[in-house]
């Protein structure tokens, strides 16, 4: 369903992505991984529509998105997290997930002036339901500014699934977690898979990242090192270096 | 609700107010129109413009100019003040709402700069440094408000009708999307909203307030002048705006009136004025940033 093809960009010089190529299948969940600095966020950003790639094209359900706004990428049904938390931080954590849900809905602010519109409404109820979906609907009506770190990333994760997505792109979703949370986060991404949802998977937590991807990508500067199923990829001779250089020869 | 009673008790102001308090009063009912459109871009929007006071200029010269010139009836001058004041905003404040921070700042006092010197070098239109004289009392079906008292309710009225319908805007999912946007453009924008058309709507609507606001002014003093809507206005209506506060209609009217009537108190000071405005400004960024009632808040939850 996304076919990222020979993606290059560079900033200032300063190669971030050197020939970038993968596909994500529909219903499949694929871990990217690779050393910091690697240029994962960086892919997520150019798939997301946010960087333009320098050279390459990315398509997303046969449509080129290449030089597409966010905006209408979101709307072809590809949604993403940040791993720095850019959640709407004044918002409350229901209005969080309002914003994507009133994507949808019918109605416009005019409307909302003279009357509550049933879009509103319904806006509000999906909502809801995608906060109980990731277990923050007892924290509805508090300000995402005042949230615990492992919540936040829970409603990154309720944002993102408001806007129904076809392909969910996680970008580091456990970073930072306990590991009791850990384990909450993993089953979480495991009942979006059970939604038939597709996800694109950053991570850096190795189990997290076993457990839930059928397939890896490892970037490593900019440039796809491997490819296969997480028992290949962590056996490759190319990966172990990335990660923990190359054994010097006596 | 307590607005609602606040405005009712205003109403009865001309029972036991002068013709100076009333004057006053009124001066303080346009001024918060003005301060609260405003506040739509500073409060919510988190963009700084110091190009309401030329925006509102629009609005009174163009009331001034259809009543006078072309004897339309003062009521349908308003929907022309308004949308002359949208449009002026708008064609000339997009292309800078794409800009952050101060660069935007400094745009809009472009804007100011070159809407006071229309105004006063057009003379065929706009009778340049003569302003334009003879503007008749608002008048609404015949009733004309033409004491101190009647124009003074028509002023409040006036001012009621923009705070509650600002109200509604920014409860409406516009208002949660400024919101959103002023948050986190980036992630406004992956969560599907349209960024630009979101400001856009914004800088229109702030617009549309200080065209209402000089529509009212042109009934006022029943004479314009381009040195009535000079970047001086712009900094008292910031000022204002900022000392009401963060996403707060309330507190943005309850600033409006305090320091709107200050300007009387101020009068003493004279050219001075404006530097008395200019502290303010700078005690509200240093003490309250995010304005007096969120500040008073504060303090009470402190006891």
């Known amino acids: ?250 | 609700m307590v607005w609602t009673l606040a405005f009712a008790v205003f109403a009865f102001l001309p029972m036991v107010g002068g013709d100076y308090l009333l004057q006053i009063g009124a001066f303080v009912a346009i001024q918060s129109i003005a301060v609260i459109g405003l506040g739509l871009l500073t409060g919510f929007a988190g963009r700084i413009s110091l190009a309401q006071g030329a925006l509102y200029g629009i609005g009174a010269y163009t009331t001034a100019i259809l009543v006078t010139e072309l004897g339309v009836p003062p009521l349908a001058a308003l929907p022309a003040a308004i949308a002359m004041a949208v449009l002026v905003g708008t064609v000339l404040g997009s292309p800078a709402i794409r800009l952050s921070g101060l660069y935007f700042v400094m745009s809009t006092i472009g804007l100011q700069q070159i809407v006071w010197i229309v105004l006063i070098h057009w003379s065929g239109l706009t009778g340049g440094p003569q302003g334009i004289r003879g503007i008749p009392p608002l008048s609404v079906a015949g009733f004309a408000f033409d004491s101190p008292a009647r124009f003074y309710l028509a002023a409040l009225f006036g001012s009621a009708v923009s705070f509650f319908l600002a109200r509604r805007v920014v409860a409406s999912r516009f208002g949660l999307f400024l919101r959103a946007v002023s948050d986190d453009e980036l992630s406004s924008a992956t969560a599907g909203v349209h960024v630009v058309r979101t400001k856009i709507l914004a800088l229109a609507l702030s617009s549309g307030w200080a065209g209402a606001a000089g529509f009212l002014h042109a009934f006022f003093l029943r004479f314009v002048h381009p040195d009535m809507f000079s970047l001086e206005l712009s900094v008292v209506d910031l000022t204002m705006a900022m000392f009401g506060g963060y996403r707060s209609l309330d507190g943005m009217l309850l600033s409006s009136i305090l320091l709107g009537s200050a300007s009387e108190y101020l009068r003493p000071f004279g050219q001075f004025r404006l530097v008395v405005y200019g502290f303010i400004l700078l005690l509200t960024m240093m003490v309250a940033p995010r304005g007096i009632l969120a500040a008073a808040g504060a303090l009470l939850r402190r006891r």
């Open chain 1, 1 to 250: 369903m996304l076919t990222v093809s020979d993606v290059h960009l560079s900033f200032r010089g300063v190669r971030a992505l050197a020939g970038v190529s993968l596909t994500v299948e529909p219903g499949e969940t694929l871990g990217i991984i690779g050393p910091n600095g690697s240029g994962k966020s960086t892919l997520f950003n150019v798939i997301s529509g946010i960087y333009k790639p320098d050279r390459g094209r990315v398509t997303f359900l046969g449509t080129d998105v290449t030089a597409a706004e966010p905006r209408s990428i979101v709307s072809l049904g590809l949604a993403r997290t940040y791993q720095n938390k850019r959640l709407f931080g004044s918002l409350t954590v229901l209005e969080n997930v309002v914003v994507p849900a009133l994507r949808t809905q019918a109605g416009s602010w005019l409307g909302d002036i003279v009357g509550r519109s049933a879009g509103r409404a319904a806006a509000d109820a999906k909502a809801r339901d995608c906060l109980a979906f990731v277990g923050l609907h007892d924290v509805a009506d508090v300000q995402a500014n005042s949230l615990a770190y492992g919540q936040q990333n829970r409603l990154e994760i309720a944002r993102a699934l408001a806007l129904d997505p076809k392909l969910l792109m996680l970008d580091e979703p456990a970073a930072g977690l306990s590991p009791p949370e850990r384990i909450e986060m993993r089953d979480l991404i495991e009942r979006v898979k059970a939604r038939g949802t597709a996800v694109a998977l950053v991570e850096h937590d190795m189990r997290v990242v076993m457990q839930l991807c059928s397939r890896l990508v490892v970037l490593d500067h900019g440039e796809v090192i491997a490819t296969g199923s997480p028992a290949e990829v962590t056996a490759n001779p190319d990966v172990i270096a990335a990660y923990f250089g190359v054994p010097v020869d006596d």
